[in-house]
């Protein structure tokens, strides 16, 4: 068997926040993301939602509430970022710094590259890298 007979496909990736509606209001209302599903589960004590900058496709973002976490998660070695692609790193980064969204790193040249690219925050100090497109 290969994986031209299975066919996977691209669902989702989850992040565990701190505070629900400033992630949202990250996701949803400064980056554009549509909300696709928001579900409470009482008896777990959490909360998922799911967002999409494409509800026709089935690839989202999952954000997890867990009521009671009141401290930083730990990123974690393995954990990389985020990526978002963008027509203009420069032009996003100016709307992004507007809206007070802090920056990492500045666009550039990709190290041994030649995409622009540039690293932003989000609420949970998550790293989301901007590129664009070759």
Request: without cysteine.
């Given at each position: 068997m290969s994986t031209t007979e299975i066919q996977f496909g691209f669902d989702h990736v989850m992040l565990r926040v701190l505070d629900l509606e400033r992630s949202l209001a990250f996701y949803r209302d400064t980056l554009g993301m549509t909300l696709v599903r928001h579900t409470e589960y009482e008896s777990g004590r959490f909360t998922?939602?799911?967002?999409?900058?494409?509800?026709a496709t089935q690839s989202s973002l999952e954000l997890t509430?867990?009521?009671?976490?009141?401290?930083?998660?730990?990123?974690?070695?393995?954990?990389?970022?985020?990526?978002?692609?963008?027509k203009d790193v420069h032009q996003a980064v100016r709307y992004l710094e507007e809206r007070g969204v802090k920056i990492k790193t500045?666009?550039?040249q990709m190290n041994h590259g030649k995409r622009t690219i540039a690293?932003?925050?989000?609420?949970?100090?998550?790293?989301?890298?901007?590129?664009?497109?070759l």
């Open positions: 998922n939602v799911f967002l999409s900058f494409n509800e509430w867990n009521w009671d976490q009141s401290e930083a998660y730990e990123k974690g070695g393995a954990f990389g970022h985020l990526a978002l692609m963008v500045p666009p550039k690293f932003v925050f989000d609420p949970d100090e998550y790293l989301i890298e901007l590129v664009e497109p």
